[in-house]
T-cell receptor, first 111, second 116 residues
Framework: DAKTTQPPSMDCAEGRAANLPCNHSTISGNEYVYWYRQIHSQGPQYIIHGLKNNETNEMASLIITEDRKSSTLILPHATLRDTAVYYCIVRVATLGSRLTFGEGTQLTVNP | GAVVSQHPSRVICKSGTSVKIECRSLDFQATTMFWYRQFPKQSLMLMATSNEGSKATYEQGVEKDKFLINHASLTLSTLTVTSAHPEDSSFYIC????????????FGNGTRLTVT
């Protein structure tokens, strides 16, 4: 699986957009970009994933650069409950392929 | 959405005893489940891949005789920590994917194991 690089921590004001970057310069053509988050002492929560097109769901938007070497997760209106560790993971879409977690980004949303 | 239930959420046991953790996919079938372990202030580390009807695949450095995995049905996998020691105290998390390679992994809420 391709390695990802994320900043260790970020801060965001409540109500503002949180933009979390991820570099995955060695991504292969058949690898998807997945985003998860983990709130303290809970299991990770799936947020969104994509291959090359931008994606949006009720939680967030995922912007993937044209060369696919980086992506940005956007939480449009961050709330205090969005404070968590956010993980960007690349994975080949096969049935048995696993997710390998890096260190992630600790996002702190401030009042 | 897909839900993975993990039980118990917390367990305290004495050194030398065994503990069983259950992981269930509630509204979907999963031929493959994954078990992770997380120590304080660290990221999740994959321990093993659990395959329905066959033997689990363990990551390097994980003792298969200590961490017994059974995946007896398409909705249930169990992890048994045998002869637990204080260094086994950790947060254990299971995950499962619907039977589609494009589906995301869904995670249980974890089991906090404390060995005294």
């Amino acid at each position: 699986d391709a390695k990802t690089t994320q900043p260790p921590s970020m801060d965001c004001a409540e109500g503002r957009a949180a933009n979390l970057p991820c570099n995955h310069s060695t991504i292969s053509g058949n690898e998807y970009v997945y985003w998860y988050r983990q709130i303290h002492s809970q299991g990770p929560q799936y947020i969104i994933h994509g291959l090359k097109n931008n994606e949006t769901n009720e939680m967030a938007s995922l912007i993937i650069t044209e060369d696919r070497k980086s992506s940005t997760l956007i939480l449009p209106h961050a709330t205090l409950r969005d404070t968590a560790v956010y993980y960007c993971i690349v994975r080949v879409a096969t049935l048995g392929s696993r997710l390998t977690f890096g260190e992630g980004t600790q996002l702190t949303v401030n009042p | 959405g897909a839900v993975v239930s993990q039980h118990p959420s917390r367990v305290i046991c004495k050194s030398g005893t065994s503990v069983k953790i259950e992981c269930r996919s509630l509204d979907f079938q999963a031929t493959t489940m994954f078990w992770y372990r997380q120590f304080p202030k660290q990221s999740l580390m994959l321990m093993a891949t659990s395959n329905e009807g066959s033997k689990a695949t363990y990551e390097q450095g994980v003792e298969k005789d200590k961490f017994l995995i059974n995946h007896a049905s398409l909705t249930l996998s169990t992890l048994t920590v045998t002869s637990a020691h204080p260094e086994d105290s950790s947060f254990y998390i299971c995950s499962a994917r619907e039977i589609s390679e494009y589906s995301p992994l869904h995670f249980g809420n974890g089991t906090r194991l404390t060995v005294t």
